[in-house]
């Protein structure tokens, strides 16, 4: 019983998630009074039977129900173009790493420090604890610290990949020959999980991502033992 309280989406462990959580919920919110504005007038319809036969067109109703979803189609869109460019700002990162898809593992590398290169391969069934996620728990996580500009540089070296971390908002290509990049800032410790989300082949869904979200002194200590 306790595992089946598990299985759900992690929660936003990122500036960047909470954002796209409420302008879901807010665009969810304007989509069901849409929809219940319109069955409203559908069942209105159905049930009157005044009928006019010789009305061909009502100049007011048509303006009405144009400038009314062209305001509402602006309420999402504004938000909606203020967090694509929230997601492409990348301001003074406090770390670099990069990230290199292979088929079928990721590898990484921590440059800004000393030269910390691993790979990172899904563990096997037969090896996972108990506290671990089947499928999705890494042998080598990548050690972040929280509360700092992070920027990844993403790129691959065989295949189209796509390195994604839905608890943080990063979805970023992995494409052969060019680097992409994106930042992350992490509000609080924890792990995340990802996985590829590109489909790259016979293994696409065996090459997890876990992110270890610890304190800056924790990731120092860290630095020092690697």
Same mark, same amino acid.
């Given at each position: 019983?306790?595992?089946?309280?598990?299985?759900?989406?992690?929660?936003?462990?990122?500036?960047?998630?909470?954002?796209?959580?409420?302008?879901?919920?807010?665009?969810?919110?304007?989509?069901?009074?849409?929809?219940?504005?319109?069955?409203?007038?559908?069942?209105?319809?159905?049930?009157?039977?005044?009928?006019?036969?010789?009305?061909?067109?009502?100049?007011?109703?048509?303006?009405?129900?144009?400038? #009314? $979803?062209? /305001?509402?189609?602006?309420?999402? +869109?504004? *938000?909606?173009?203020?967090?694509?460019?929230? @997601?492409?700002?990348?301001?003074?990162?406090?770390?670099?790493?990069?990230?290199?898809?292979?088929?079928?593992?990721?590898?990484?590398?921590?440059?800004?420090?000393?030269?910390?290169?691993?790979?990172?391969?899904?563990?096997?069934?037969?090896?996972?604890?108990?506290?671990?996620?089947?499928?999705?728990?890494?042998?080598?996580?990548?050690?972040?610290?929280?509360?700092?500009?992070?920027?990844?540089?993403?790129?691959?070296?065989?295949?189209?990949?796509?390195?994604? #971390? $839905?608890? /943080?908002?990063?979805?970023?290509? +992995?494409? *052969?020959?060019?680097?992409?990049?994106?930042? @992350?800032?992490?509000?609080?410790?924890?792990?995340?999980?990802?996985?590829?989300?590109?489909?790259?082949?016979?293994?696409?869904?065996?090459?997890?991502?876990?992110?270890?979200?610890?304190?800056?002194?924790?990731?120092?200590?860290?630095?020092?033992?690697?």
């Amino acid at each position: 019983m306790a595992k089946w309280s598990q299985i759900n989406l992690q929660d936003a462990n990122s500036p960047i998630m909470e954002q796209l959580i409420f302008f879901h919920d807010n665009t969810m919110i304007i989509l069901l009074a849409i929809t219940t504005m319109i069955a409203w007038i559908m069942m209105k319809m159905i049930s009157n039977k005044m009928i006019n036969r010789f009305m061909m067109e009502n100049q007011k109703i048509e303006i009405i129900w144009t400038i #009314i $979803p062209a /305001m509402i189609l602006m309420l999402i +869109a504004l *938000p909606s173009l203020r967090i694509l460019y929230m @997601m492409d700002e990348i301001k003074s990162p406090s770390i670099t790493i990069k990230s290199i898809g292979h088929q079928w593992y990721w590898s990484y590398e921590y440059s800004d420090f000393k030269n910390i290169e691993f790979d990172s391969y899904m563990k096997p069934t037969n090896e996972t604890m108990n506290n671990e996620f089947r499928l999705l728990e890494t042998d080598n996580h990548i050690v972040l610290p929280m509360n700092n500009q992070i920027r990844i540089l993403v790129t691959a070296t065989d295949v189209l990949h796509s390195w994604t #971390i $839905p608890s /943080m908002g990063v979805k970023i290509d +992995a494409i *052969p020959g060019r680097l992409n990049q994106s930042s @992350m800032f992490m509000n609080r410790p924890g792990i995340m999980y990802g996985q590829c989300s590109e489909i790259c082949g016979a293994n696409h869904s065996f090459m997890p991502i876990t992110i270890e979200s610890v304190p800056t002194k924790q990731f120092i200590k860290w630095l020092k033992n690697n």
